[in-house]
């Protein structure tokens, strides 16, 4: 199959050769919903924290007698019925929310999104992407020039000068191949893959 390869005025210029195995690979929806859960899990810090009934201040006297007052019995205002009472089943700092995908699972589902921003139109080849001066602004320029607003860019490698250039840019991230991932695929608008960068992901996911 083909991709288009982009300008500078981020015009399609000519046609690239593409693996249809990463790049045409039919959709598979409930795969790639998966390993974006997936991702999104293994993110999670498990840092909240709550109190059980032993960890709450509270006083250990009876709030009320046991009989004639009408009432639920009650031994202490701890208890996880009363307000102000520990949790029954707390969210500790520990708590794990990693989830376990498998490698061949992971490559198949990137194909999946690679293969459909290819088919929406959403994704193109451009020869490099270089800076001659860690500036924001030139970079900015640059993807003004190709009117892009909401970009991912898969760049074979990150020199100091595109780094320090593209961080202070809100809605542009800039990554090396092995750093791609799925939310990141399916959030931007748009996703540019330097050439050098194409073969790396050919062999990655094929």
């Known amino acids: 199959m083909h991709l288009e390869l982009l300008n500078d005025q981020g015009q399609a210029a000519s046609k690239v050769d593409a693996s ?44 009320f007698k046991q009989k ?24 500790m700092p520990d708590e794990n929310f990693s989830q376990k995908i498998n490698k061949k699972m992971y490559r198949a589902g990137m194909a999946s999104i690679l293969s459909q921003l290819a088919r929406d139109g959403r994704l193109s080849v451009v020869d490099s992407l270089t800076v001659d001066s860690p500036k924001t602004k030139q970079l900015a320029a640059k993807f003004k020039a190709m009117n892009l607003e909401s970009v991912l860019v898969i760049a074979d490698e990150m020199d100091e000068n595109l780094y320090l250039a593209s961080r202070n840019l809100v809605n ?32 990655m996911f094929a």
Do not use: C
């Open 20 to 63: 249809a195995t990463v790049f045409d690979r039919p959709y598979n929806e409930d795969l790639v919903h998966q390993i974006v859960v997936a991702y999104q899990a293994n993110a999670r810090q498990g840092t909240r924290a709550q109190k059980d009934r032993e960890q709450v201040r509270h006083s250990t006297k009876k709030p």
């Open 68 to 91: 004639g007052t009408g009432r639920a019995r009650a031994g202490m205002t701890s208890s996880p019925l009363w307000r102000g009472g520990g949790r029954i089943f707390p969210n």
């Open 172 to 203: 542009i991230l800039i990554v090396e191949p092995r750093y791609a991932d799925p939310v990141s695929l399916v959030h931007y608008r748009k996703v540019l893959v330097t050439k050098a960068a194409l073969g790396k992901l050919q062999e």
